[in-house]
């Protein structure tokens, strides 16, 4: 028998358009692949700086409105101050006209005749004086 060698034939070697194909895909899955990528970072970035920059206009805006609540604060207490002080000089210059017409109805009373009726003008005025006290009294206490 003779020997014959049966050979497998090699396979044709890849032609140079097929190699430059197959690189081109690569290349283009690659560049696609980067692109996609520096989208993602693009993206990725972006949200990380908004989030810095609202996190600094939160802190920025939360200063201010305490800046701004110690003044309206200062402010009121202030307000109060003074209300409460002219409150108080009200409140004496009703308890004086209440002790002058004290003073006069007793006047009145000792002094009055069947012809003259001047005390109960005067126990009128008292009674409405003594109501306006009470009143700003009343005032007084809500206000504290």
Known sequence: MSSEMTSVPAP????RKEIQKKRSWII????VFLWLMLVAGGVWGGKWYIGQMKQ???EELSAQNKTQIEQVEDGFNTR???LQTEIDQDMQALEE?????NELLTFANENATDTTDNSTQLYSQL???K???EQLKKNLDVLK
């Open 12 to 15: 044709p070697p890849a032609s």
């Open 28 to 31: 283009g899955i690659l560049f």
């Open 56 to 58: 600094q206009v939160l």
């Open 80 to 82: 109060m101050d003074t």
């Open 97 to 101: 006209q209440i002790q002058t017409f």
């Open 127 to 129: 009674s409405e004086i």
């Open 131 to 133: 109501k306006q006290l």
